[in-house]
């Protein structure tokens, strides 16, 4: 089953979801320069990097976080942010763990959509016989907000 939280910091996770629109680089509070740099270098050679439900992973080896997944919000409007979830719950099914970092403020319309995309991209009917091999590996998203509290 799938866990999905809200934080303050992105703990525990080598991976790092950036939601993506027009204007991304701007709207990403918390993430270092060299890092927001080398997602909009991605992103430059990418058609239609905000498109709702687009994913594009930048590997980084060696440093933190080492993978980088850009997810697009499309407008920004709730279905935007469900597409986006289960992008993120697809692309990062192999990985135990993954942080997303939300822009500031974030809407609860964005929060709502994107933790049931997760949770219904993440959704598995197995059978017994089925090999849990094959199970997705994603057990916890970490929802990286200014205030967890508000």
């Known amino acids: 089953m799938l866990t999905v939280r809200l934080a303050g910091t992105p703990t525990g996770s080598t991976v790092l979801a950036l939601p993506v629109d027009g204007d991304a680089p701007a ?5 270092p320069d060299d890092l927001a740099v080398e997602v909009a270098a991605l992103l430059a050679d990418v ?3 905000g498109r709702a439900g687009a994913a594009h992973l930048l590997p ?3 440093r933190r976080p080492a993978q980088v997944l850009a997810v697009g919000i499309g407008t920004g409007d709730e279905s935007g942010w469900r597409a986006a ?8 099914s192999h990985w135990p763990s993954v942080a997303v970092r939300l822009p500031a ?3 609860p319309e964005a929060v709502r959509g994107l933790a049931e995309g997760l949770w219904l991209a993440s959704y598995r ?4 016989t089925d090999p849990p091999e ?8 970490t929802l990286v907000v200014d205030d967890p509290g508000r």
């Open 134 to 141: 094959k199970a997705p590996k994603l057990r916890q998203v």
């Open 60 to 62: 980084r080896p060696g």
């Open 27 to 31: 709207r990403w509070p918390a993430v």
């Open 125 to 128: 009917y197995r059978l017994a």
């Open 85 to 92: 979830g289960a992008a993120v719950a697809r692309a990062a």
């Open 105 to 107: 403020p974030a809407a």
């Open 47 to 49: 058609a239609e990097p």
